[in-house]
Protein backbone atom coordinates (compact mmCIF):
# COMPACT_ATOMS: atom_id res chain seq x y z
CA UNK A 1 0.00 0.00 0.00
CA UNK A 2 2.89 2.08 0.82
CA UNK A 3 3.55 2.54 -3.27
CA UNK A 4 -0.30 3.12 -3.81
CA UNK A 5 0.07 6.11 -1.40
CA UNK A 6 3.39 7.29 -2.27
CA UNK A 7 2.15 7.64 -6.10
CA UNK A 8 -1.18 9.18 -5.53
CA UNK A 9 -1.43 10.34 -2.07
CA UNK A 10 -3.27 9.32 1.26
CA UNK A 11 -6.71 9.29 0.49
CA UNK A 12 -6.35 6.15 -1.99
CA UNK A 13 -5.91 3.87 1.38
CA UNK A 14 -6.58 3.14 4.60
CA UNK A 15 -6.30 1.04 7.40
CA UNK A 16 -9.23 -1.83 7.77
CA UNK A 17 -10.93 -3.38 10.57
CA UNK A 18 -7.84 -5.19 11.66
CA UNK A 19 -5.50 -2.76 10.96
CA UNK A 20 -3.72 -3.41 8.04
CA UNK A 21 -3.53 -1.18 4.92
CA UNK A 22 -5.92 -1.68 2.27
CA UNK A 23 -6.86 -0.07 -0.83
CA UNK A 24 -9.85 2.56 -1.07
CA UNK A 25 -13.34 1.19 -1.74
CA UNK A 26 -13.73 4.22 -4.18
CA UNK A 27 -10.32 2.63 -6.01
CA UNK A 28 -11.61 -1.05 -6.10
CA UNK A 29 -15.23 -0.39 -7.56
CA UNK A 30 -13.85 2.04 -9.69
CA UNK A 31 -11.14 -1.27 -10.73
CA UNK A 32 -14.13 -3.51 -11.18
CA UNK A 33 -15.93 -1.41 -13.43
CA UNK A 34 -13.45 -0.72 -15.63
CA UNK A 35 -11.74 -4.45 -15.94
CA UNK A 36 -14.83 -6.61 -15.03
CA UNK A 37 -14.31 -8.89 -18.35
CA UNK A 38 -11.01 -8.11 -18.76
CA UNK A 39 -9.54 -9.39 -15.28
CA UNK A 40 -9.12 -12.36 -13.02
CA UNK A 41 -7.41 -12.83 -10.08
CA UNK A 42 -4.66 -15.48 -10.01
CA UNK A 43 -5.14 -16.88 -6.23
CA UNK A 44 -1.70 -18.57 -6.80
CA UNK A 45 0.27 -15.51 -7.59
CA UNK A 46 -1.91 -12.96 -5.63
CA UNK A 47 -2.51 -10.72 -8.30
CA UNK A 48 -4.59 -9.11 -11.03
CA UNK A 49 -4.14 -11.03 -15.02
CA UNK A 50 -5.44 -10.13 -18.01
CA UNK A 51 -8.28 -12.35 -18.77
CA UNK A 52 -6.95 -15.53 -21.32
CA UNK A 53 -9.29 -17.51 -23.23
CA UNK A 54 -8.68 -20.21 -20.89
CA UNK A 55 -9.85 -18.62 -17.81
CA UNK A 56 -13.20 -19.92 -16.18
CA UNK A 57 -16.26 -17.29 -15.93
CA UNK A 58 -15.91 -15.26 -13.10
CA UNK A 59 -13.21 -12.97 -11.58
CA UNK A 60 -10.91 -15.77 -10.30
CA UNK A 61 -8.22 -18.14 -11.97
CA UNK A 62 -7.35 -21.01 -10.84
Known sequence: MSEIEKRFGAEFVYANEAGN???????????????????????????????????PPGRISY
Open 21 to 55: PAISRRVLAAFRRLTEADAVWDRGDRCWERRRPTD
